[in-house]
């Protein structure tokens, strides 16, 4: 056997033959390793949800406990209704007002609904809920997330479909305000991230071989007795050993699982203090300092809840857990804001109209921590930049109503906000060529931060008529090279003039209106720096009339122009819904 050090863990190569495997020399602290057990020399059946798999999850939660971060408490009230666990084979729905001046801890479930909807509670099942629940009753998912909360010494657990009343209108949408709360008040948050849906289960069988380390004795041979028939060692080592192989459990969960892709998992796994994930091959822990899992029980430093985008989320961190913002820390907050809202966007919903709802909890701890004003996915004191977003591929116009054509929230799509290209700091852009005057929502309920079922924004600039071609309608010749995309006709030149990117699939019939949102220079880059050209170009909303409303017009998609001169019409006052 050969040893090698790289950066990281130790790496020893095992060969038989010419076959070879790596093998990573993994450090182990005694709390962690004596929940660890032995690989079996053979093979045997195993699940993720496994006693000694149980025997880490407590370990990480009594480690996390002790963390200065994870151990903040925060004043809070505790859900509606939970799932009393106390009898073994009959979980019972109670109402938590039975439970006032107690200190109690629960769990949460996040789990993926599939085509059909899990057992839930309803006005007509509420009274036999509050009586008993017989476990053999509940979906796999559920029985194995009562398991856990056990095994964890959990005596509550809340689920979304028995703990809100699926067919009261009244009570789904109070429920629906305060889940975020829910989520991040609850001691840890169980993750089914292997299954599709309810039937599936928490655990998967998988071999334990491929990710849990094992305790081996190595035998290291010098370089001078190597080739002897039968070399004695020159050193022995006992050590914990375990397969290389990069795809930790949090890496597998790149590539989303079906609860990945759900659109209220987002704030669930942004606002839980700790998740318990059950993942297709292993188990996984995350909190506020470290992420674990079997391959490297004893974790890392927790690379937040935005890690596939490269930046950090510790301003985020922050305003989930209370603490409000430092100094100048307002720009990075709205930057992670559009960073989740690039995710949450592209995310998958049951019902289209919770994309709002589905973010409240998540965007009511913004307001909170910041006073801003919330307008329907985006913020009154940045709105100008927010509005600048644009669809990764257009789709088909939404038949309901879900949010003015403003938001993001209108459009069924991933949406990604306009970057802002500044190198050298000297402000090579410029938001006074329009001027917004007011913007009223309409709130559907009670939640400030819920469903919306109208809105207008009042705006003054120069809206200046011109026509989006389609492809094929554009002559050869026509563009400059062959890397030109424009596609915004002049009618008075008969020149392309800028690119459109419209929102819908469904192209305007007629001609289109652009409002200039902001001037900018573009920026060239040399060797030595960045150079801002000096020409403006204008960041526009695409806009069409509203039939039958004078001065009423709805966006259609967002467009460069690339000479902000072209607009040399006056200003006028308009609304946009």
């Known amino acids: 056997m050969d040893e090698e050090q790289e950066e990281g863990p130790e790496v020893v190569y095992a060969y038989r033959g010419w076959v070879s495997m790596a093998f990573e020399i993994v450090a182990m602290d005694d709390a962690i390793a004596s929940t660890v057990s032995d690989i079996p020399p053979t093979p045997g059946p195993s699940t993720t949800g496994s006693a000694s798999n149980l025997g880490l999850a407590n370990s990480w939660l009594a480690k996390c406990l002790s963390h200065p971060t994870c151990s903040t408490a925060t004043p809070f009230t505790l859900p509606t209704r939970l799932l009393d666990l106390s009898a073994p084979n009959s979980p019972v729905l109670i109402r938590t007002v039975t439970l006032a001046h107690q200190t109690i801890h629960y769990a949460t479930l996040s ?191 927790s690379q937040g809840a935005l890690r596939n985008l490269g930046r950090g989320d510790d301003v985020l ?99 990604t906000f306009h970057d802002f290209e500044d190198p050298n700091n000297d402000k090579t852009w410029d938001f006074e060529c329009c001027v917004i005057e007011g913007v009223e929502v309409d709130i559907s309920g009670q939640n400030p931060f819920g469903e919306v079922s109208g809105g207008v924004m009042r705006v003054k600039g120069r809206l200046k008529r011109g026509f989006a071609l389609k492809e094929e309608e554009i002559e050869d010749g026509v563009r400059e090279s062959e890397d030109d995309c424009d596609n915004v006709l002049d009618d008075e030149s008969v020149r392309l003039v800028g690119q459109y990117w419209p929102d819908h699939i469904e192209w305007p019939e007629e001609s289109i209106f652009f409002l200039p949102f902001i001037h900018e220079k573009g920026v060239v880059y040399t060797e030595e720096r960045a150079v801002p050209d000096e020409k403006w170009s204008a960041t526009c909303l695409a806009l069409v009339p509203c039939k039958g409303k004078d001065g009423v017009y709805e966006r259609v998609g967002m467009a460069r122009i690339h000479d902000a001169e072209w607009f040399t019409n006056d200003i006028i006052s308009l609304e946009i819904v």
């Open 317 to 415: 961190r922050r305003v989930f857990q209370g603490m409000g913002l430092r100094m100048g820390e307002k720009g990075e907050l709205w930057e992670r804001w559009y960073d989740l809202v690039r995710v949450y966007s592209g995310l998958e919903f049951t019902y289209w109209s919770d994309v709002l709802p589905a973010l409240s909890g998540v965007a009511s701890l913004v307001g909170d921590a910041t006073g801003w004003r919330y307008l329907a996915g985006l913020w009154e004191e940045d709105l100008q930049r927010g509005l600048l977003w644009s669809v990764s591929m257009p789709g088909a116009r939404m038949g309901d109503y879900l949010a003015p054509s403003w938001s993001w929230a209108s459009v069924r799509r991933a949406v």
């Open 111 to 301: 789990h993926c609904w599939g085509l059909s909807p899990p057992l839930t509670t309803t006005l007509s099942t509420l009274p036999t809920r509050q009586t008993s629940i017989p476990l053999s009753t509940l979906p796999q998912t559920f029985q194995d997330a009562t398991h856990v909360a056990r095994a964890m010494g959990v005596q509550y657990l809340w689920i979304d479909s028995l703990c809100i009343i699926q067919d009261s209108a009244t009570d789904w949408e109070a429920e629906a305000a305060r889940m975020g709360s829910y989520y991040s008040h609850a001691l840890f948050n169980i993750a089914a991230a292997g299954a599709s849906n309810s039937s599936q289960g928490c655990f998967m069988q998988r071999d334990p071989r491929c990710v849990r380390s094992c305790r081996v004795r190595l035998s290291f041979v010098s370089e001078t007795n190597q080739d002897a028939p039968n070399p004695a060692p020159h050193r022995e080592k006992v050590v914990w050993l375990r397969p290389r192989d990069d795809r930790a459990v949090w890496a597998q969960q790149a590539a989303p699982s079906a609860l990945d892709r759900r659109g209220w998992v987002m704030q669930e796994r942004l606002l839980a203090p700790r998740t318990l994930l059950f993942g297709r091959e292993q188990l996984g822990w995350a909190c506020l300092e470290i992420q674990a899992d079997e391959r490297d029980p004893g974790g890392r430093k």
